[in-house]
T-cell receptor, first 115, second 114 residues
Framework: AQTVTQSQPEMSVQEAETVTLSCTYD???????LFWYKQPPSRQMILVIR??????QNATENRFSVNFQKAAKSFSLKISDSQLGDTAMYFCAFIPTSGTYKYIFGTGTRLKVLA | ETGVTQTPRHLVMGMTNKKSLKCEQH?????MYWYKQSAKKPLELMFV???????ENNSVPSRFSPECPNSSHLFLHLHTLQPEDSALYLC?????????????FGPGTRLTVL
């Protein structure tokens, strides 16, 4: 079975500091996509960053970057210069490219940025 | 309205009631999804519609009945629910065109079953 594991239920970070959220996944597929989504309190879930497994270069979006280790099946999210608005639940998600519509999500990490 | 909208935002219902959740996407996407979000559990995919045809039905109890009348609208009809069905129900849409693009989510309907 394909699974996504986020081992940190809650984390906190001081404003302006850097934090890394971990995500591991299990699959026998070779081609797939990985995503990090952010769900702020009482607000809609939005995409933070997306990585295609066949691309070796790690994706970056402004202050957000990933460390994608395909062999280790690891996909961590690094948030630099944390801001109060980064306080949210963060979900890691995965979907193979084998024709399924089934995105698989982790249980989420609740991140709190402290002033 | 832009993006993905859901109504109602909050719903309280008894176990014998019948209600419907509505989702509308204004993005021109060709796939729509229903998820159940419970605390400390992964998002559970319930149903997927692609081009108005159901392509995934993830072993969901028959007391949940989806309907997709066109590519912009998705409904979830509810009847004789159980208290354990209380959760946040999220609708999402995406454009599937040979690659897997991001899903756009609605704000959710917070459902409480008494």
């Amino acid at each position: 079975a394909q699974t996504v594991t986020q081992s940190q239920p809650e984390m906190s970070v001081q404003e302006a500091e850097t934090v890394t959220l971990s995500c591991t996944y299990d699959t026998s597929e070779n081609n797939y996509y990985l995503f990090w989504y952010k769900q702020p309190p009482s607000r809609q879930m939005i995409l933070v960053i997306r990585q295609e497994a066949y691309k070796q270069q790690n994706a970056t979006e402004n202050r957000f970057s990933v460390n994608f280790q395909k062999a280790a099946k690891s996909f961590s999210l690094k948030i630099s210069d944390s801001q109060l608005g980064d306080t949210a639940m963060y979900f890691c998600a995965f979907i193979p490219t084998s024709g399924t519509y089934k995105y698989i999500f982790g249980t989420g990490t609740r991140l709190k940025v402290l002033a | 309205e832009t993006g993905v909208t859901q109504t109602p935002r909050h719903l309280v219902m008894g176990m014998t009631n019948k209600k419907s959740l509505k989702c509308e996407q204004h993005l021109g996407h060709n796939a729509m999804y229903w998820y159940k979000q419970s605390a400390k559990k992964p998002l559970e995919l319930m149903f997927v519609y692609s081009l108005e045809e159901r392509v995934e039905n993830n072993s969901v109890p028959s007391r949940f009945s989806p309907e997709c009348p066109n590519s912009s609208h998705l409904f979830l009809h509810l009847h004789t629910l159980q208290p354990e069905d209380s959760a946040l129900y999220l609708c999402a849409s995406s454009q599937v065109d040979g690659s897997y693009n991001e899903q756009f989510f609605g704000p959710g309907t917070r459902l409480t079953v008494l």
